[in-house]
């Protein structure tokens, strides 16, 4: 093994990859549109990764000491990960050279699909609102370093002056995250493919280490978890057996493994006994592990804390982490090394608070972005003498968010104390069943669409004058009437059964509620990447929640006046309000959930008194908060599940509530879906080909279900034939009574032409899919 330089004092596990203004973002989407060539996203990549190394540095990372991250990737982390090792489905192989690798377009293919090549499944990366691509693994795959452009980003760095610490997905947990093939056996799992994996992880330590790499950070979040179908000990034994192989390595340099997202628990002991130098404990969402006072460090494994939170945007309370960091100094004994890093990587919050002046100057002073968190990190490291004045303007601002008006309305908190069982329960299904089908005249499989239509260039400046002031109200109104025509129009050529109005006038699912509910804040360039170069703003929830007066009911009734369909009303539930915006940190979630609930049960009585007969409460993060721990979920399901149920038992009988659920494996939660007790539930399925399907039908789902045909996060556009197979495939284990026919998730992302081709092929698949019914 070459000699390792000692682990910087101060790092973090890894930076946004974006950008400040999104420049990677727009680099990628021009070579998707053809405007650019592979060698000029090369270009532009290349010159980002250069101003993020030298913002780094500047914020106080050293250059030569692996403190920097190098953690670029221009889609996905775990793609990077399963391209590099050649880890890419048979379907793909034409787009592969005679070495196995893939070109930006290849990989890009791989990432969003093709004609009727499909795309690899996504999904959320552990409990956060990123989704990562689902590698394929079966016997069939031959893993081998098949290409190394993570070393040559090293290479890139080194060339410029900066000694960066390369990123990976650690092996474990890039086969827990996987699925198995189609080619695979029954009864195989991607972990089958362990050893095979970990000799290519050698050979690519080895490239490292040839190119001059002190230290690897190898990120293992799954450790962190007990939900996969293993149990703890056999993990442990899994973790023992690769790491002691890869540290054993003759050539590699020194190995950092980070576990983020949840405490690390039993897996740090057979960690600490296998030889790596350094394991990143998250002692934001953990504690001190009791494994630490036990384990032998004997002055080789070093202890990374994770004290400074990745995952929210709110200043550390450096008093607190400054004594969890004496903890661990206590439990690991005088031989050991600790040293102070983010719980998890930065590219869960926005680059900086500095691009914020608009956010008012209090509420800015509680924030923390990516470049604010370095600053905390070496403010830690360094300690409350060295770094007096950081600790003492962490004790001002906790002592000002919490005596700051609105952080407590005491009217809100009267209103949530008042709650009874009564405000959380509708009447029975099958009498809101015959309610609904008197009032409502449907075929056999509706059809309808999630919410969102494609938001056209015209659309955003109109809102952009708006906000600008550039142009009146009333022409504000007429601009997004027109479009709510036009998307009316569509849907009736068509010949979709429920409507909706297309949501023209919200820039994002979350941030329009934010805008309107008392309580948030919002962002003009907290962008965050969520999946591939699609980025979001998360609004920021510091106070008591609670609607100062309507926000939808203009535009669906607008809607619903321009049709004799039925027109759904749409919002978003209180669950995902919480998952897609930084949460304040000072109360559990469930209170503050209720608080939120109780402002949509507003909305949803305005609805149902202005006429609209079907309102759909949108959660499709109700998976994502699913802790990584068993003994979590409980509590877990109880507060989420009643949120949403708080926000919609007001409905009367007749008025149908809908809900859509998208990103995850519902298998998991399915007992909770029906706990949510909507009337009609669509999830996405598409991707996966219907994978949900069987766990509806065995745990006996009697309400409306739409798993979702049509995957709207690629641009290709579905065949009848191929949408008319899903339905067949949910047919077999769905009563048709129950079925609706419905995309993935909303259609903003996507453009004119190709939604109306796939909508299109959508309403002939269910035509097609009631003659198989009838028949």
């Avoid at 059809?447 to 056209?456: A, D, E, K, M, V």
């Amino acid at each position: 093994m070459t000699q390792h330089t000692p682990f910087p004092a101060a790092t973090i596990l890894g930076y946004p990859r974006i950008g400040p203004d999104r420049e990677l973002k727009r680099a990628v989407e021009s070579f998707w549109a053809g405007r650019t060539d592979a060698a000029e996203l090369t270009a532009s990549a290349r010159a980002l990764r250069a101003d993020l190394r030298t913002r780094l540095r500047g914020l106080g990372l050293d250059a030569q000491d692996a403190s920097i991250p190098s953690d670029f990737t221009f889609y996905d982390q775990v793609l990077s990960v399963a391209a590099q090792v050649g880890a890419i489905p048979a379907r793909f192989d034409d787009l592969r050279d005679q070495n196995g690798s893939l070109d930006l377009a290849g990989y890009f293919t791989v990432a969003r699909g093709e004609g009727d090549r499909a795309p690899l499944e996504m999904t959320k990366w552990f409990d956060s609102n990123y989704h990562y691509l689902v590698p394929e693994i079966g016997p069939e795959t031959a893993f081998d370093l098949v290409e190394t452009p993570s070393v040559a980003a090293f290479t890139e760095a080194a060339e410029d002056g900066v000694i960066t610490r390369p990123v990976l997905v650690g092996p474990i947990t890039f086969l827990l995250l996987s699925k198995a093939s189609e080619a695979a056996p029954d009864g195989f799992s991607p972990l089958d493919r362990i050893d095979d994996l970990t000799a290519v992880y050698a050979r690519w330590l080895a490239a490292f280490a040839e190119a001059g790499a002190p230290w690897v950070q190898l990120d293992e979040p799954g450790l962190v978890s007990d939900t996969w179908p293993i149990s703890r000990a056999e993990l442990g034994e899994l973790v023992s057996r690769v790491y002691t192989t890869l540290a054993g390595a003759s050539e590699r340099p020194a190995l950092f493994v980070a576990a983020p997202y949840h405490r690390l628990g039993s897996a740090f002991t057979p960690l600490a006994r296998s030889g790596v130098e350094a394991i990143g404990l998250d002692l934001v969402r953990g504690d001190v592990p009791d494994d630490v006072a036990g384990a032998d460090l004997s002055g080789v494994t070093l202890v990374v804390a994770g004290l400074v939170d990745g995952h929210n945007v709110w200043r550390t309370d450096l008093d607190a982490a400054h004594e969890k960091l004496t903890a661990l100094r206590g439990a690991a004994g005088p031989e050991a090394t600790v040293a102070v890093s983010t719980s998890t990587s930065l590219f869960h919050v926005p680059h900086t608070v500095a691009d914020e002046p608009q956010l008012p100057a209090q509420l800015r002073s509680w924030l923390a972005f990516a470049d604010e968190k370095v600053g905390e990190v070496r403010a830690l490291a360094a300690g409350p003498e060295r770094a007096a004045d950081a600790f003492e303007a962490s004790r001002a601002v906790r002592a000002n968010r919490a005596g700051a008006e609105g952080v407590t309305v005491p009217v809100v908190r009267e209103r949530t104390g008042r709650l009874s069982k009564a405000d959380f329960a509708r009447s029975d299904y099958p009498t809101r069943q015959a309610a609904q089908r008197a009032a409502l005249d449907l075929p056999e499989l509706p059809t309808t669409t999630i919410g969102s239509f494609p938001q056209t260039a015209e659309v955003r400046r109109a809102r952009a004058k708006a906000r600008r002031g550039d142009i009146t109200g009333e022409e504000y109104l007429a601009a997004m009437r027109a479009e709510i025509d036009r998307v009316i129009a569509l849907q009736e050529e068509l010949g979709l059964d429920v409507l909706v109005h297309g949501e023209p006038e919200r820039n994002d699912m979350v941030q329009y509620f934010a805008e309107n509910l008392d309580g948030f804040a919002v962002t003009q360039n907290g962008w965050v990447q969520s999946y591939g170069s699609r980025c979001t703003r998360p609004s920021i929830l510091w106070g008591d929640v609670s609607r100062p007066e309507p926000i939808t009911v203009q535009w669906s009734t607008y809607a619903a006046s321009r049709t004799d369909k039925p027109v759904k009303g749409m919002l978003t539930g209180p669950v995902t309000i919480l998952a897609w915006s930084f949460v304040r940190d000072d109360q559990p979630l469930g209170e503050t959930a209720n608080q939120v609930a109780l402002a949509l049960r507003d909305e949803v009585a305005d609805l149902e008194a202005a006429g609209i007969g079907l309102i759909q409460v949108d959660e499709p993060a109700l998976r994502e908060l699913l802790p990584l721990r068993q003994e979590e979920h409980e509590d877990y399901l109880d507060w989420s599940v009643n949120a949403f149920r708080l926000a919609t038992a007001g409905a009367g009988d007749a008025t149908q509530v809908h809900t859509h659920l998208c990103y995850s494996e519902f298998g998991e939660v399915i007992g909770a879906i029906d706990g949510l007790d909507a009337d009609v539930t669509s999830v996405e399925a598409a991707r996966s080909k219907m994978e949900i399907v069987p766990d509806i039908a065995d745990s006996s789902f009697a309400r409306g279900i739409g798993p979702g045909v049509y995957d709207i996060h690629s641009p290709r556009v579905p065949s009848t034939a191929e949408l008319t197979g899903l339905l067949r495939i949910a047919l077999g284990s769905v009563d048709p009574h129950q079925l609706w026919v419905n995309p993935d998730c909303g259609l903003k992302t996507r453009g004119y032409e190709e939604t109306t081709a796939s909508l299109r092929n959508l309403v002939a698949a269910a035509r097609e899919a009631r003659a198989i019914v009838q028949a």
